[in-house]
């Protein structure tokens, strides 16, 4: 129920955002974008950009779970990630992606900036403890990093990318981290031999 709930909610934040979008601009795409790209290149570029960025995040997220604060975090998440198959993993990474980046990145980013939008992105990213502020300061250069993606290349696909390999990666590894896994069973001479 409560999947059902979070999905529905990032659903209608991204009909929402995108509806004001296309009422204020008529497109996703960022209206004074910093390279003269066309249109294809733009989105190619974009997504380049993003997978590229998605990976980063991914990789640094791995190395900071070796310091406490972070593990404090990932435990802070894990509730939230248990209950979680597969295929509502994938599901909570689209759509979360969807709606923040239709709000954050081509609703806000365009009239408030990058830093403010990406200051009210990681204001929204919140746990209990000391891990919050991690986790805020986290979410900002990743905010940072997006909406310099879109507002460099004018594309909304890359920022979609990334926050959704993140997303959908992350959460899986949240998962696997803290669901105790069966230990295999060793053989009598294995034991022996040791």
């Known amino acids: 129920m409560r999947v059902f709930v979070l999905l529905a909610t990032y ?20 209206p004074a974008p910093w390279l003269a790209l066309g249109p294809v290149a733009s989105h190619a570029w974009s997504a380049a950009g993003g997978v590229a960025l998605g ?12 310091l406490p604060v972070a593990r404090e975090l990932a435990d802070a998440l894990a509730p939230a990630t248990r209950a979680l198959t597969s295929g509502q993993i994938v599901l909570v990474a689209l ?6 980046e239709l709000l954050f990145r081509a609703l806000l980013a365009p009239y408030l900036g ?30 940072l990093a997006v909406a310099l993606l879109y507002r460099a290349t004018g594309s ?20 696997e981290l803290r669901t105790p896994r069966p230990r295999r069973a060793e053989g009598l001479l294995s034991a022996r031999s040791a």
Request: no cysteine; proline share 1%.
């Open 11 to 30: 659903l209608l934040v991204a009909l929402g955002a995108a509806a004001a979008v296309l009422a204020l601009r008529g497109s996703f795409d960022h």
């Open 55 to 66: 990976a980063a995040v991914v990789g640094l997220s791995r190395w900071l779970l070796r």
């Open 95 to 100: 759509l979360s992606s969807l709606g923040e």
């Open 114 to 143: 990058v830093v403010a939008s990406s200051l009210l992105f990681a204001s929204l990213h919140q746990v209990r403890g000391r891990a919050r502020w991690l986790w805020m300061t986290f979410s900002l250069f990743v905010g």
């Open 156 to 175: 909304l696909v890359g920022p979609l990318v990334a926050h959704a390999l993140v997303n959908a990666l992350n959460l899986h590894h949240l998962r």
